[in-house]
C-alpha cells in the first residue's frame, strides 16, 4: 500500500524557516517523481514543487521561487522542502504527492496526509 | 499559466441522480486533465486521469469526458459517500493548475 507521510509543520514567525519531511513507504521510492501542493485555509490547491525521480529536474511555483528548495533522499525514502523567508501568505495545509506514471501527461496519483504550516507573529 | 474555470462551484443532488461537473481550460490541454475527490479533513483521492481513465479501484458511475479546452466528470447515480469537494487538475504544461472545486452535496 503507498503511503506518504509529512511531518515538520507548525507554527513559524514571518521571516524564519521551517522544513517540511515525506516518508514514503509502499513503492520504490527512487522511481517517482514527487512533488508538494499546498491548499491555504478555506482555499483551493496550489502546486509548490516538484522533483523528478533522479533530482535531475527540479521545478518552482512563482510563489516560492528563490526562497523554497525542494530535495529527496532515495536512501532514506523521504522528500523534503525547506521553507525559508516566510510569509503570512505560505499558510497553509502542505501536502506532498507522487507524480502517477500511466502516461506522460503530468498527474499526482497518491497524496500525503497534509502537513499544516502556520507563518503569524 | 493555463487557467481551469470549473463549475458549478456547489451542487446538491439526490440520490440516484446523475451529475456533472465542467472544467474549461484557457488553452488546449490535449486530455492532459485528472479530477480528484476530497472528503472532508482527507487528502484527495484520484479519481479520473488522461481525461477519461478510471483510476483502479474508483467505482464504475464515475466517468470523465472531453476534449480540447472542455473536460466534465459524471456520477451516474449518486450515493451517500459521494458527497465531498471535487476539482480538476490539468497536467499540460507547467505549472501544473487546478480548478477551484465543486462542493457536492446530497439534496
Known amino acids: 500500500e503507498v503511503q506518504l507521510v509529512e511531518s515538520g509543520g507548525g507554527l513559524v514567525q514571518p521571516g524564519r524557516s521551517l522544513k517540511l519531511s515525506c516518508l514514503a513507504s509502499?513503492?520504490?521510492?527512487?522511481?517517482?517523481?514527487m512533488n508538494w501542493i499546498r491548499q491555504a485555509p478555506g482555499k483551493g490547491l496550489e502546486w509548490v514543487a516538484s522533483i523528478s525521480s533522479s533530482s535531475s529536474y527540479i521545478y518552482y511555483a512563482d510563489t516560492v521561487k528563490g526562497r523554497f528548495t525542494i530535495s529527496r533522499d532515495n536512501a532514506k525514502n523521504t522528500l523534503y522542502l525547506q521553507m525559508t523567508s516566510l510569509r503570512s501568505e505560505d499558510t497553509a495545509l502542505y501536502y506532498c504527492a507522487r507524480r502517477g506514471s500511466s502516461y506522460r501527461g503530468y498527474y499526482f496519483d497518491y497524496w500525503g496526509q497534509g502537513v499544516m504550516v502556520t507563518v503569524s507573529s | 499559466d493555463i487557467q481551469m474555470t470549473q463549475s458549478p462551484a456547489s451542487l446538491s443532488a439526490s440520490l440516484g441522480e446523475t451529475i456533472s461537473i465542467e472544467c474549461r481550460a484557457s488553452e488546449d490541454i490535449y486530455s492532459n486533465l485528472a479530477w480528484y475527490q476530497q472528503k472532508s479533513g482527507k487528502s484527495p483521492q484520484l479519481l479520473i486521469y488522461?481525461?477519461?481513465r478510471l483510476q483502479d479501484g474508483v467505482p464504475s458511475r464515475f466517468s470523465g469526458s472531453g476534449s480540447g479546452t472542455q473536460y466534465s466528470l459524471k456520477i451516474s447515480g449518486m450515493q451517500p459517500e459521494d458527497e465531498g469537494d471535487y476539482f480538476c487538475l490539468q497536467g499540460s504544461k507547467f505549472p501544473p493548475t487546478f480548478g477551484s472545486g465543486t462542493k457536492l452535496e446530497i439534496k
Open positions: 509502499g513503492f520504490t521510492f527512487s522511481n517517482y517523481g
Open positions: 488522461a481525461a477519461n
